[in-house]
Structure formats: structure tokens, C-alpha cells
């Protein structure tokens, strides 16, 4: 339930606006008479407020200097202006000053809400970019730092979101380049146009130019209509280039020309079009060294890396992995519809060891994994894939097992796992023989074929012929053969003892 402080001096405004947050039940509402008030309750109080609603115009201190004031001593915290249309310019500089967005008098329910659901979503973003960790160079100095700082993070999105220069983000693939441009265009004035977004690596280089400027029809083979490319279809938004390290030379020429002139002309076209789109540009390719090679030209590296964010590999930053899972349990209980708690400090103690070449990518790939296999509460490390255990050096005996059922028991030639479970029980040992006051006056007939007959031994024979079984196909091993035949372990060696079985026999 996000918390929301509204603030006017209009005590009827500040009744409506409640009223309408109070009707989706998804928002606890504070209110406050103007901006002194306001601090008050932000700086004082004992609660953190996600968003804050306030009118330009009140007495002691009008809502544009609140804003400062907020944004100062708490960046992560949305703003909302609402405004009469005197005050219309104000309410424009607040966006400037950090405000999401304005509202003018009188405000719409319906309005208000889809406003409220655009700023909570962009701040999501902002949120999510703790998990890529930005650094944020300007004039050689270091600006932004760990991620466990989150004022920081809002910090360099708020600083970004109010200038129009391009940015550069650097980092390894999967350290999250994209979701640190998107935070920036949903978080600045183009927030209300498109973000478009291209991969430069997967175009082919004769298609490159009609993909990015469009072309007009017969402009060359199979042009059979007019085109219209990126740069018009995100006029007035951001245009994303990823791995722009990969872009054809020709190509970067053109690029360098729409960025010095904010011109372009289409494949096939006479006419020049002017363009008012922001470039956001992300690469994981030395661009200095191919300056030195000649294979990317100096001249656009400059006008690109206006402000460089670089976003460290995950190995170099293992301090900020608790912080991670964590974003990544709160996701996937949502997509999952589980409530999955935290991560057991040994399984966290495998996550740290893992070199991580996937970077953050990796990492979320593998708290989904542990999602669809834990059973439990909390994730652990027998639901973490084999092959992080294996690459970490884990000694999968050790590995407690899942209760899951195994998709691969029926192809080892095995009887089911509902079969086996059910066979195999911690219940196994209970007497499960017909007493004979059980007969309801039954007389009882001797048996005497030569086929034996009799439940508890067959089902013994049974148990011990499946261990054996299980056993031989995991080569051995406990954890393994537990796990994948889905047995209790404790049950298991109970069986191993009784039966007086040898794991290690089977272990080639």
C-alpha cells in the first residue's frame, strides 16, 4: 500500500483527492494544510511517503519550494503538482525541479489515478536500477557509487531526467544497460512519448540506414512502399541504440550528422526531416581501443559519451547481491503468485562464490529457477540449478533434496515418483496387515499356493529392488537419488540400513 501525503490549503481539495485514492484501496492518505506542514509530517514523522500530491500556491511556503525541499532530503520520493492555469508556468518548473508531472485544477478522479499509476510505474524503473548498480562519470569525476546507496540511484536518474544530452551506459551484457535507459526516458519530459529501442548488432548493414531514417518507395529492390524508420517513430521520445559499438562505419557517419544538425533524410528521399529525439547509446565494446583501430570514429565516441554511466560486472560487486535477490524475490512472488521470504544464508554463500558471467541477467534467471522448484518459504540451496552447485564447487551429497517430482525418474526406467513416494513413505513401517476382527465374521480360509502373497514382504522385495535401481542410475549418490526419486532422505537411509545396502557400490 503505497503512502501518499496530499497537500493544498483548500481543505475540500484535500477531501476530494483522498476520496478518490481512497476508492481503489490501494493507497494510505495523509494530508497537510501547505508546505511547512508538510515537512513536518516528511522529516518528523515516523512514516516514508512514496508520493506526495501538492498545490502550487499556499501560504508560508508555496508547493515549488517544498518540492526543493523534498527532493533534497529524499530524491526517491514522487511528486504530483496540481495547478490552477495561473500558476501553469510554476507547475512546468516544478516538472523541471523534479516533479513528475502537474495536474491542473480541478482535478479528475479518473485523471489523477492514471497520472498516479504512469509516476508509480517510472519510479518502479528508478527502484529496479539498484540491481544495475550505475556509476555515473562527469568531467573525469566519479559521481554515483554502490547500489546499496538508493539515494544515489535517484540522484543520477534525477539529474539525467532533467537534461536532454545524450548519455552513453557501458557494461558488460546483462548488467541491465536498457533498464537504466528506460528509467531515464520515463523519468524525464519525454516520459509521455515513445522510448524505441534497437539493437545496432542485429541489423543487417545493408538495411541499417532505411531502419533508422526510413525510405521512400522504389528507393531499391522490395521497397514497394514507404517506410517510415526510427527516428521519426520516436520523434519527440528517446531512441535507444544498444551495442552501438557494432554499427557500421557508414552508418556512424550519418548517426554523427543527426546528432550535430538534427537532421536526416530518408533512403531514396531529396528531402531533409528535422528530428527532436534524445539518443541514449549502450555498448560492451572497448570503444577506445576501436578508436585506436579505426573501426569506430572518434568524433561520434565524444558526442555520445556526454555523460557515461558505467554499470560494473556482478562480480565486482558482491556486496550488493543481498540487495539484488531481494528485488528479484519481490518480482517473481508477484509473476509467481508465491510468497517466498528470503534466500538461506548457505544457499546466499553459493550465489556469492559464482563468478556470474551472465552478470544480473544470470542471477534473476536463476532465482526463477529456484521459484518453480522451492516448496518452502524461503530459498534454498538444494532449489538452485545444478550446474551454479557444480560450478561453484558444491558438494552436491551434501545438497539437501527438494521434494519435487522428477521429470527424468520414468525415462531412468525407475516406477513413478507418486509410486515411490508412496511406497516409501515415513509411514512405511506401520502395520498394514488385516487383523482378523477386521473380518466381519469372515471365517478364515488357509492359503496354500505356492505364490507368495503376502503384502509386507512383496512390498520389502519392492523397496529394496527400487533403491537398488535408483541407486545404480544416480551412480551412488545420496542426495541425488533421493531428489530425483523423490524420497525423504531421513527415509532413504533408513531403507539403505535396513536392507543393507552399500551406496557406494553402485557408485560407477
Not at 485514492?21 to 494530508?31: C, G, I
Not at 546499496?148 to 546483462?174: C, E, W, Y
Not at 565524444?302 to 528485488?327: C, G, Q, S, T
Request: aromatic fraction near 6%; hydrophobic fraction near 45%.
Amino acid at each position: 500500500m503505497l503512502k501518499v501525503l496530499v497537500v493544498d490549503d483548500d481543505q475540500g481539495l484535500r477531501l476530494s483527492v483522498k476520496s478518490a485514492l481512497a476508492v481503489t484501496q490501494r493507497f494510505e492518505v495523509d494530508e497537510a494544510f501547505d508546505g511547512v506542514n508538510a515537512m513536518e509530517k516528511i522529516k518528523g514523522g515516523d512514516k516514508k511517503y512514496d508520493l506526495v500530491i501538492l498545490d502550487v500556491d499556499m501560504p508560508r511556503m508555496n508547493g515549488l519550494e517544498a518540492l526543493r525541499q523534498i527532493k533534497e532530503f529524499d530524491p526517491g520520493i514522487i511528486a504530483i503538482i496540481m495547478t490552477a492555469h495561473a500558476t501553469l508556468n510554476d507547475a512546468i518548473q516544478a516538472v523541471k525541479d523534479g516533479a513528475y508531472n502537474y495536474l491542473p485544477k480541478p482535478v479528475g478522479s479518473d485523471q489523477l489515478l492514471q497520472l498516479i499509476d504512469k509516476a508509480v510505474n517510472a519510479h518502479n524503473l528508478i527502484s529496479n536500477i539498484a540491481a544495475s548498480a550505475p556509476v555515473m562519470h562527469e568531467a573525469g569525476r566519479k559521481i554515483i557509487g554502490h547500489t546499496s546507496q538508493m539515494q544515489k540511484v535517484f540522484n543520477i536518474i534525477h539529474r539525467l531526467a532533467k537534461v536532454d544530452t545524450p548519455v552513453l551506459i557501458r557494461g558488460a551484457s546483462g548488467t541491465g544497460k536498457e533498464l537504466v535507459a528506460k528509467a531515464i526516458h520515463y523519468n524525464s519530459a519525454r516520459k509521455d512519448e515513445k522510448f524505441v529501442a534497437i539493437n545496432c548488432s542485429a541489423i543487417p548493414e545493408n538495411l541499417f540506414e532505411s531502419e533508422l531514417f526510413g525510405h521512400e518507395k522504389g528507393s531499391f529492390t522490395g521497397a514497394d512502399q514507404r517506410k517510415i524508420g526510427k527516428f521519426q517513430f520516436a520523434e519527440g521520445g528517446t531512441l535507444f541504440l544498444d551495442e552501438v559499438g557494432d554499427m557500421p562505419q557508414l552508418m556512424q557517419v550519418k548517426i554523427l550528422r543527426v546528432l550535430q544538425e538534427k537532421l536526416f533524410t530518408p533512403v531514396g528521399s531529396n528531402r531533409e526531416f528535422p528530428t527532436n529525439v534524445r539518443i541514449i547509446a549502450a555498448t560492451n565494446r572497448p570503444l577506445e581501443d576501436m578508436i585506436k583501430a579505426g573501426t569506430f570514429r572518434e568524433d561520434l565516441f565524444y558526442r555520445l559519451n556526454v555523460v557515461p554511466i558505467f554499470l560494473p560486472a556482478l562480480a565486482e560487486r558482491k556486496d550488493d547481491m543481498d540487495h539484488m535477490v531481494n528485488i528479484f524475490i519481490k518480482k517473481f512472488n508477484q509473476a509467481h503468485g508465491k510468497r517466498i521470504n528470503g534466500i538461506a544464508p548457505d544457499a546466499m554463500a553459493v550465489l556469492k562464490k559464482h563468478t556470474w558471467p551472465g552478470n544480473i541477467r544470470e542471477l534473476e534467471n536463476v532465482i526463477e529457477h529456484a521459484f518453480v522448484l522451492e516448496m518452502s518459504n524461503i530459498i534454498t540451496i538444494a532449489s538452485l540449478p545444478e550446474s551454479l552447485l557444480i560450478a561453484t564447487g558444491t558438494n552436491l551429497i551434501d545438497v539437501p533434496p527438494v521434494m519435487e517430482t522428477a521429470q527424468n525418474v520414468a525415462s531412468a526406467g525407475l516406477t513413478s515418483a507418486s509410486q515411490a513416494h508412496a511406497t516409501l513413505g515415513d509411514d512405511d513401517d506401520a502395520d498394514v496387515g488385516t487383523d482378523a476382527e477386521e473380518l466381519d465374521g469372515e471365517e478364515i480360509v488357509p492359503y496354500n499356493g505356492s505364490e507368495n502373497l503376502d503384502f509386507n514382504a512383496q512390498k520389502e522385495a519392492f523397496e529394496k529392488e527400487f533403491i537398488i535401481k535408483a541407486l545404480k542410475t544416480f551412480r551412488g549418490r545420496i542426495n541425488q537419488t533421493a531428489l530425483h526419486a523423490n524420497i525423504p532422505k531421513k527415509t532413504l537411509l533408513r531403507k539403505i540400513e535396513k536392507y543393507g545396502i552399500v551406496a557406494k557400490d553402485y557408485a560407477n
